[in-house]
């Protein structure tokens, strides 16, 4: 599995059988799972990358659906010839597993008040994927904790969905971005004022468990990174070409609006 991530575990499957997410995935399942093999990819790159950046960190780099489900695919071929007669299935992001909390049950790192998995080394920049099996490993267990409470993640969120009584989803502008048809004024308000056509990154950039994150180092994300979208640009191997042309280009429309007026 070193190979395949450098930061991984595992999680009994039990743990978190009671909040499995419900998607077509679902069925993929192994019959008797009994193990998440949980991994972290990490995907900060190095700061000259970001000149110009008009999307989250996260979508500047290679689709991370295809780099965290290939090197899992690989993996799972391996253990297949280890183990004969166990099932093994891949997952990254479209899953029914709660990825966060199987990854901080696997001792992978914490949940901090913004939601995220931070981890030690490379914060909350990283992306999680799993392979669940019907083998039984011995999962041991450390708590960690990288969360200090410090707030500044829930002051900064300039849209107020990291408030008191948890997190709201709708008022997001990770959602929001995603979101089709006509954005309302304060939507678009607050699209300008983060200055991302794809995701946010404002509570993860305030973190200070962030500060020190360590870049990544799997090559794919290394390789030529897009940092800025432009009206026409290539949507394929990128995050967020699933969502397709029309929302990509009414939200750089958006943005550009706010460069009109400046
Ligand atoms: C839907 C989704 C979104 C939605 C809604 C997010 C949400 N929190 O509901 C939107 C579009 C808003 C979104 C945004 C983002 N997302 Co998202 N998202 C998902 C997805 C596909 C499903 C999450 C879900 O619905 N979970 C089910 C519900 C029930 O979970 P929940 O409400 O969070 O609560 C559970 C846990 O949090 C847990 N829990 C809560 N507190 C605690 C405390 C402890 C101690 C424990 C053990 C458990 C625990 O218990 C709850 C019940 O099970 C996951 C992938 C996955 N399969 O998990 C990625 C995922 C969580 N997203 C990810 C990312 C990167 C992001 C963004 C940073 C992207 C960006 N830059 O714009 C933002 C961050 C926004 C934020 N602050 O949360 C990564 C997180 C990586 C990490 N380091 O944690 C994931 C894991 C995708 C991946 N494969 O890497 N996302
Ligand atoms: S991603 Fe942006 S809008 Fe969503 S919770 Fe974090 S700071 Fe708030
Ligand atoms: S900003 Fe502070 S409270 Fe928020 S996740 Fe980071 S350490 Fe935790």
């Keep these: ?10 999680c009994p499957f039990d743990k978190i059988k009671d909040g499995l997410i419900d998607c077509r995935a679902k069925s993929r399942l192994p019959h008797n799972a009994k193990t998440v093999i949980v991994a972290c990819f990490p995907y900060l790159l190095e700061e000259n990358n970001y000149q110009g950046i008009n999307v989250s960190k996260y979508a500047a780099v290679t689709d991370y659906h295809t780099v965290a489900l290939s090197r899992l695919n690989s993996a799972v071929k391996k253990l297949e010839e280890l183990f004969p007669g166990h099932e093994f299935a891949a997952f990254a992001d479209n899953s029914p597993i709660p990825e966060v909390e199987a990854a901080c049950i696997a001792g992978l790192g914490a949940i901090g008040l913004n939601t995220l998995l931070i981890t030690e080394e ?41 408030g008191k009584g948890g997190f709201e989803k709708t008022l997001c502008l990770s959602e929001i971005t995603q979101k089709k048809g006509v954005l309302s004024e304060k939507e678009e308000t607050l699209m300008k004022e983060c200055g991302c056509v794809w995701g946010c990154d404002i509570c993860q950039d305030v973190c200070p468990m962030n500060k020190h994150a360590a870049k990544t180092q799997i090559e794919e994300f290394l390789l030529s990174p897009i940092p800025c979208v432009s009206s026409g640009c290539e949507l394929e191997g990128r995050a967020y070409e699933w969502r397709g042309r029309k929302v990509i280009e009414r939200n750089i429309s958006i943005l550009s609006k706010r460069k009109e007026k400046s």
Excluded: H
């Design 1 to 10: 599995m070193d190979e395949i991530a450098p930061l991984w575990g595992m």
């Design 122 to 162: 490379y914060g909350s920049y990283v992306f999680i994927g799993e392979i669940v099996t019907s083998l039984e490993t011995g999962c041991d267990v450390v708590e960690k904790k990288s969360c200090i409470g410090c707030q500044k993640c829930i002051e900064a969120c300039p849209s107020g969905a990291l």
